[in-house]
């Protein structure tokens, strides 16, 4: 493992003088070739991953010497601030006293159906029907509209009958075909 101990450059295949862009998309293009999941779990896969991070942790930290603290650093700092842990507890307190209330509230609910359903003054609510949704069902098939179109046609006509004007009327949209 002297390479993991080595230099995190060579380690990452790159100069010191390689811009952040490219340093970025060389440790993401070994990241996707040596992640352990893409290459069956293998031991030698795992252990070449673990040390391509570790080289790009060690990397940052060169970069980043003299420049403002990484966020990591960031949020080490803020745990030793007692005001933050304060809001945070306070927070979750809030949190915890919301859900209580909602069980609280759920429960009472669901008390009230159970003692309305035995009291038989519970009803489930009414499924609403297709026409009250807005649904409505007709018989426009075609042969329904040629009966309706003949019967019209028939009760217009003096002296025909209104079933041989119908059954002539079929024939001719149907080509003569014979039922």
Known sequence: MS????DPYAILGVT????????????????????????????????HFAQIQDAYVRVARLRNQGHEPSLREQVRASDDDPGINKRIADLERELAATRDAQARAAAKQQAARQAAARSGAYQQPKKP???????????????????DAGSQAAERLDGARRSDFTKRLTDLFRGGERE
Request: aromatic share 8%; hydrophobic share 20%; net charge negative.
């Open 3 to 6: 390479e993991a101990t080595g």
């Open 16 to 47: 010191p003088t390689v811009t952040d862009t490219e340093l970025r998309r060389v440790y993401r293009e070994l990241v996707k070739r040596h992640h352990p999941d893409h290459n069956g779990g293998s031991p030698e896969s795992t252990r």
């Open 129 to 147: 029907t297709r026409e009250e949704l807005g649904y409505y069902e007709t018989d426009d098939s075609f042969s329904k509209i040629l009966d």
